[in-house]
């Protein structure tokens, strides 16, 4: 690959980063168990301007294994535009789930999962780390968000 683009700034990057946010629909989910084995899945996700919300069954290795950590890393599915969020991590059963968190990822895709199985529950990812790049040249830099805070 040649590098042919400058480095973006702080800003841009943010920009950028929540661009993605709101128009994809798949992100990689990163957990580990208790003894430290990976796991790794793509779910879709919906992004409510403060935290990244995923449904999936709690009984499921992803769940547990982010109950039990209460940490996770989430990525896009792309090398060449890489973002990583770091972030703390709530689990809310369908029945305590706050209701405008279920409705607005029902009508992003036309799935419920309160009304799927009973094993579904939700997952909500406070960022406190997010890293942006495009390259080496863009390794600098790479934190736009330090402590939950925007770096620009």
Not at 57 to 71: D, H, K
């Amino acid at each position: 690959m040649t590098i042919t683009e400058p480095a973006r700034g702080a800003g841009e990057r943010k920009r950028n980063v929540l661009d993605r946010l709101e128009r994809e629909e798949d992100i990689w989910v990163a957990s580990a168990d208790g003894d430290g084995v990976p796991y790794l899945v793509p779910l879709w996700f919906l992004w409510d301007g403060e935290a990244v919300w995923l449904a999936t069954r709690l009984t499921n290795p992803t769940a547990r294994n982010l109950r039990a950590s209460r940490r996770a890393r989430l990525a896009f599915p792309s090398t060449r535009d890489v973002v990583l969020i770091d972030g703390g991590v709530e689990v809310f059963t369908a029945q305590d789930v706050p209701a405008a968190a279920a409705e607005a990822f029902a009508e992003r895709y036309g799935w419920e999962p309160r009304r799927d199985h009973a094993s579904y529950g939700y997952l909500r990812i406070l960022p406190r780390t997010v890293q942006a790049w495009r390259g080496e040249h863009e390794m600098p830099g790479r934190h736009v968000m330090r402590d939950g805070r925007w770096t620009d």
